[in-house]
């Protein structure tokens, strides 16, 4: 498992890298957020649940060209599956329409997705450069409807008594935001503290209903995937195409 950040160094990080990713877009320039209904068709991202736990690396177009590591670095037990050839494009026309959200050239860096499933959570953290502008999108889960909103979790900015950000005037506030198949938020990945509360849901449920025709899965689970890119003309312009392949 990677190392998580404490509250001290989520802290100083957020100081540090505070409006360092102007856009034009007043409202996520102001919360370090955005809410995007009906971003992505949902069905062209769906995937059924790997049998492999962990994390996969694919290097080229064939799906079937992968290394495995067996422990997902950073959400234990769930997978992750970095440079899927599925969403090779797709991480492009996403590009395209964050362009036009936020009114700023975008440059892809890299790209994954990731199945939790019940009782894991996502610790709270702040992301690395290459993250400058991110994207998560929920595709699907079989969660029951009681069950199913489970909500992504991201600190606001933090108002200083000045330029030099010497002391906090206001805190940021923290805010939930539920996303439906489809839907994305956008958000500040090196700026904004972000998080998920541990999964809802019984590991071994029951079967579930038919998903986009396909077959129904054995266990509960919550696909996300999360895009990133850096500002053309930002200071962490360098990061382009981080581990491209």
Same mark, same amino acid.
């Given at each position: 498992?990677?190392?998580?950040?404490?509250?001290?160094?989520?802290?100083?990080?957020?100081? %540090? #890298?505070?409006?360092?990713?102007?856009?034009?877009? %007043? +409202? !996520?320039?102001? #919360?370090?957020?955005?809410? *995007? %209904?009906?971003?992505?068709?949902?069905?062209?991202?769906?995937?059924?649940?790997?049998?492999?736990? &962990?994390?996969? #690396?694919?290097?080229? =177009? /064939?799906?079937? /060209? !992968?290394?495995? $590591?067996? $422990?997902?670095?950073?959400?234990?037990?769930? $997978?992750?599956?970095?440079?899927?050839?599925?969403?090779?494009?797709?991480?492009?026309?996403?590009?395209? +329409?964050?362009? =036009?959200?936020?009114?700023?050239?975008?440059?892809?860096?890299?790209?994954?997705?990731?199945?939790? !499933?019940?009782?894991?959570?996502?610790?709270?953290?702040?992301?690395?450069?290459?993250?400058?502008?991110? *994207?998560?999108?929920?595709?699907?889960?079989?969660?029951?409807?009681?069950?199913?909103?489970?909500? $992504?979790?991201?600190? @606001?900015?933090? @108002?200083?008594?000045? %330029?030099?950000? @010497?002391?906090?005037? *206001?805190? &940021?506030?923290?805010?939930?935001? *539920?996303? #439906?198949?489809?839907?994305?938020?956008?958000? =500040?990945?090196?700026?904004?503290?972000?998080?998920?509360?541990?999964?809802?849901? @019984?590991? +071994?449920?029951?079967?579930?209903? =038919?998903? !986009? &025709?396909?077959?129904?899965?054995?266990?509960?689970?919550?696909?996300?995937?999360?895009?990133?890119?850096?500002?053309?003309?930002?200071?962490?312009?360098?990061?382009?195409?981080?581990?491209?392949?």
């Amino acid at each position: 498992m990677a190392e998580e950040m404490t509250e001290q160094q989520i802290a100083m990080q957020e100081k %540090k #890298n505070s409006g360092t990713a102007w856009t034009r877009n %007043k +409202k !996520f320039d102001k #919360n370090g957020y955005l809410v *995007v %209904k009906d971003l992505w068709d949902p069905e062209e991202l769906y995937h059924p649940v790997p049998e492999l736990r &962990g994390q996969l #690396n694919y290097w080229d =177009k /064939n799906p079937q /060209n !992968f290394n495995h $590591v067996p $422990v997902e670095n950073q959400v234990e037990g769930s $997978v992750s599956r970095y440079w899927h050839p599925q969403y090779r494009e797709i991480h492009s026309g996403i590009r395209k +329409k964050l362009e =036009k959200e936020i009114g700023r050239k975008l440059y892809n860096t890299y790209y994954y997705d990731r199945y939790y !499933f019940p009782g894991q959570a996502l610790t709270k953290h702040a992301d690395r450069d290459a993250c400058e502008i991110s *994207v998560t999108i929920h595709i699907s889960t079989n969660l029951p409807d009681n069950l199913k909103d489970w909500a $992504v979790k991201i600190k @606001t900015p933090d @108002t200083y008594t000045d %330029k030099k950000k @010497t002391a906090i005037l *206001v805190p &940021g506030e923290e805010r939930s935001c *539920v996303l #439906n198949p489809g839907d994305g938020m956008v958000y =500040k990945g090196c700026e904004r503290p972000h998080w998920r509360d541990p999964m809802p849901g @019984t590991p +071994k449920g029951k079967k579930s209903k =038919k998903l !986009f &025709g396909k077959a129904p899965q054995e266990e509960q689970y919550y696909h996300q995937i999360f895009f990133h890119y850096v500002l053309q003309d930002g200071q962490r312009a360098h990061c382009a195409w981080d581990r491209a392949r």
